[in-house]
C-alpha cells in the first residue's frame, strides 16, 4: 500500500467520533449569521453617514445650495443613501444571495426602505401626540426605537424579499 493510499482510505474528520458534527454546523452557521448581521450594520452606518453628510452639505455646506428647501435635500440624501446601501448591501452582505435582476433589487430594496422609513415618523407621533411625551429625550428615545424597529425590518425584508439567489452561485 502506497503513502497515497493511506491518505485517501482514512475516514473523513466529519465521520470521527470526537468530533460533533451537529454542534460544529450550529456554530459555524451562528457565526456566518453574527458576520452577516456586522457587516449589514457596517452597510447601513455608512448609508446613515451618507444620508446625514449629504443632506447638512446641500443645506448648510459651501454655497448652501438647498438651504431653503430642506425636503428636497432630504429627498437627495435618501435617494444617495438608499443606493449606496443597496450596493453594500448586494456586494458585500448579501452577495452569496443576489440575483441576476438588478433592478427588481432595487425596486424591492427602495419599497421597503420607504416603509421602514416610516416607522420612526410613525413611533414618534405615537409618542409625542397619543401618549404625550414631548420632551426631547423623550422624542429621540422614540426615534431611536423606531430605526431599530426599522432595521429588524429591512433586515427580514431584504433576506425575504430582495437578495434570494441561492448560496453560492459560482459567479459570486
Same mark, same amino acid.
Given at each position: 500500500? +502506497? ?7 482514512? *475516514?473523513?474528520?466529519?465521520?470521527? *467520533?470526537?468530533?460533533?458534527?451537529? *454542534? #460544529? ?15 449589514? @450594520? ?28 430642506? @425636503?428636497? #435635500? ?40 420607504? &416603509? ?5 415618523? @410613525?413611533?414618534? #407621533?405615537? +409618542?409625542?401626540?397619543? @401618549?404625550?411625551?414631548?420632551? *426631547? ?10 430605526? &431599530? ?24
Amino acid at each position: 500500500m +502506497s503513502s497515497s493510499d493511506e491518505l485517501t482510505d482514512s *475516514p473523513p474528520v466529519s465521520a470521527s *467520533p470526537l468530533v460533533p458534527v451537529a *454542534p #460544529a454546523l450550529r456554530a459555524a452557521a451562528l457565526r456566518a449569521r453574527a458576520y452577516e448581521l456586522a457587516r449589514f @450594520l457596517s452597510v447601513g452606518g455608512v448609508a446613515f453617514v451618507v444620508d446625514l453628510g449629504l443632506f447638512n452639505l446641500l443645506r448648510f455646506g459651501p454655497g448652501q445650495v438647498l438651504e431653503h428647501k430642506p @425636503l428636497t #435635500a432630504k429627498i437627495i440624501s435618501l435617494v444617495a443613501a438608499t443606493l449606496v446601501s443597496w450596493l453594500g448591501n448586494r456586494h458585500w452582505t448579501f452577495s452569496r444571495h443576489r440575483t441576476d435582476r438588478r433592478t427588481r433589487e432595487l425596486l424591492v430594496f427602495a419599497a421597503i426602505n420607504i &416603509g421602514c422609513a416610516a416607522i420612526p415618523v @410613525l413611533t414618534l #407621533a405615537f +409618542s409625542h401626540y397619543v @401618549l404625550t411625551l414631548t420632551t *426631547p429625550l423623550a422624542d429621540n428615545v422614540a426615534t431611536v426605537i423606531g430605526i &431599530g424597529i426599522g432595521t429588524v425590518l429591512r433586515y427580514a425584508g431584504y433576506k425575504r424579499w430582495v437578495f434570494t439567489g441561492a448560496a453560492g452561485h459560482p459567479d459570486r
